[in-house]
Nanobody, 115 residues
Framework: QVQLVESGGGLVQAGGSLRLSCAAS????????TRWYRQAPGKQREWVAV???????NYADSVKGRFTISRDNPKNTVSLQMNSLKPEDTAVYYC?????????WGQGTQVTVSS
C-alpha cells in the first residue's frame, strides 16, 4: 500500500508564497516521476510541474519562473514552492507520484490567492 499526504495549502494574498509538500509512505523503495496538477472550480485538472527521478524539471507556461518543484529522495517527499502567487493560481493542488508501473494521487490541498 502507498499513501500520499499533501500539506502546505492555505490562503495567501496576491504576490505571496506557499510551499506544498507531498510525502509518500508505504511498501516501496523509492518514488519515480512526480507531477503536480491543479484544478480550479469549474475547470479541468491541469498539469503544473514535473520532476524526474534524476531531478530534471519542467513547468507549465503559466507558472514558469514562479514555481519550483523539488524532491528529497531519502524522505520520499516532493515539494512545490510557489512564489508571486496570483488569484488565477487559486485551485486544489494534487501530487501525482509514479512508483513502479503505478500512479498514485494525493488527496489534494486547497490554495486560495486573494487579490
Amino acid at each position: 500500500q502507498v499513501q500520499l499526504v499533501e500539506s502546505g495549502g492555505g490562503l495567501v494574498q496576491a504576490g505571496g508564497s506557499l510551499r506544498l509538500s507531498c510525502a509518500a509512505s508505504g511498501s516501496f523503495i523509492s518514488i519515480d516521476v512526480t507531477r503536480w496538477y491543479r484544478q480550479a472550480p469549474g475547470k479541468q485538472r491541469e498539469w503544473v510541474a514535473v520532476i524526474t527521478t534524476g531531478g530534471r524539471t519542467n513547468y507549465a507556461d503559466s507558472v514558469k519562473g514562479r514555481f519550483t518543484i523539488s524532491r528529497d529522495n531519502p524522505k520520499n517527499t516532493v515539494s512545490l514552492q510557489m512564489n508571486s502567487l496570483k488569484p488565477e493560481d487559486t485551485a486544489v493542488y494534487y501530487c501525482n507520484v509514479q512508483i513502479g508501473s503505478r500512479l498514485y494521487w494525493g488527496q489534494g490541498t486547497q490554495v486560495t490567492v486573494s487579490s
